[in-house]
DNA sequence: CATAGAAAAGTCGGATCCAATATACAATCT
DNA sequence: AGATTGTATATTGGATCCGACTTTTCTATG
């Protein structure tokens, strides 16, 4: 006889819900900046105890997400402009050259699919749905690279600045121009031409970076 | 009344000295490939409970040094070919472009503390302190960038594979070659010349990868 | 003697309990 | 009244205990 069998033990410890679970919530600003973390709250929040929230806890710190201090708690991290800009200069370099190694290795299946995550991100007006849909189509064109480490860190940094880059787009106008500019990237991918990819790729994130900071300037000098 | 005023607050919970203490032991190579970290003897080894230790294993295993398997226990992880390609290809891109961003603000102080650690380097046989003193050259020259940032990730990729490193560079003759090359990366910092400083620190990082990875597969050939 | 199955030991993840520290607030003194 | 000190509460870090799962060892049986 032969089963279709399925790895249950995929047993995602309770510090793996309660990790991924706060992940999201930071990323997508659920959670706001300089808000505090008990750990009893989010405890009894999961049904669980405290062990595996601090569990969870000690991870974010790791990835820069959260700021704990001893006997105090955490609260989530917040960024200031120079960390941001940091952040866009960094992101810049490695993804430019995570595309440059992709485009030789894309076939028409993965094109394909970035097309569609392209496509669909024009239609779209929901600020919710679009921190997904554009990591979905810049994932798209990076896996082809095969290049597991870079996608890790390209990961984190992203996770860092989604919050931020999302209230950008969403209040000022800069998701039209970000979807021209997904299509110009597409369009150098397909054509082949890895040099101009990255060079766009390069452009699309320091010119986001760049609006984004002036986006923070004018509201944290408004005082909110 | 005027007192020296000491910070009491030994701001190192537990979970930190385990952390750093394991994470030493690591990429030093005290702690070999494969080995098992066994959860209460390590919590023995430090007089402690296996609370922190869990703490400290996770944080270990977010940077890559360990991986654990539920009800199985942690391993010192270990790196395949490809992925020590890919990090030396990384490291390249970043520390390349890291030193690029230094070189413009480096004063005589910075110059004279690097020429000091390279003198270093070229005196001391003793390879458990090659290590040290290699992270010292490099960060001394990294540090003037002002980009903590880049120099945390800098540092995580290095962790991983400083240990395959040092066992190269002390059992074929690469340290002369290191010397030397560290020679012109200072040369052209001194100089002032950002771009031959970049494509030497590139240079640098490849060459000592594709040396790495020569000596690996000669070795793993041979059964250890 | 080999092997399948059961029992025992070892290990890990999580819950609960205790100690150390910080913060808020009341009491006291000038 | 204002500042300072003591106290009560809240919160975190660490220790101990318990249940789940894995691995090993032992035993019984063909």
Known sequence: MKLETVDIRQAASAADIVYESLRKAIIEGELAEGENLRQDQIASMFNTSRIPVREALSRLEQNGLITTERYKGAVVAGLSIEEIEEIFEFRALVEAEVIRLAVPKMNARTLDIARRHCEEFGG??????????????????????????????????????????????????????????????????????????????????????????????ETRAHGD
């Open 124 to 217: 779209e007006p929901n600020s919710a749905k679009w921190g997904e849909i554009n990591r979905n189509f810049h994932y798209s064109l990076y896996e082809a690279a095969r290049r597991p480490y870079y996608l890790q860190i390209v990961r984190v940094s992203l996770d860092r600045i989604d919050r931020y880059l999302r209230a950008q787009l969403t209040l000022t106008d800069g998701m039209n121009r970000a979807w021209r500019e997904h299509q110009g990237i597409l369009d150098a991918c397909i054509g082949g031409d890895a040099d101009r990819a990255a060079e766009l790729t390069r452009d699309h994130i320091l010119g986001a970076g760049r609006a984004l900071i002036v986006f923070l300037e």
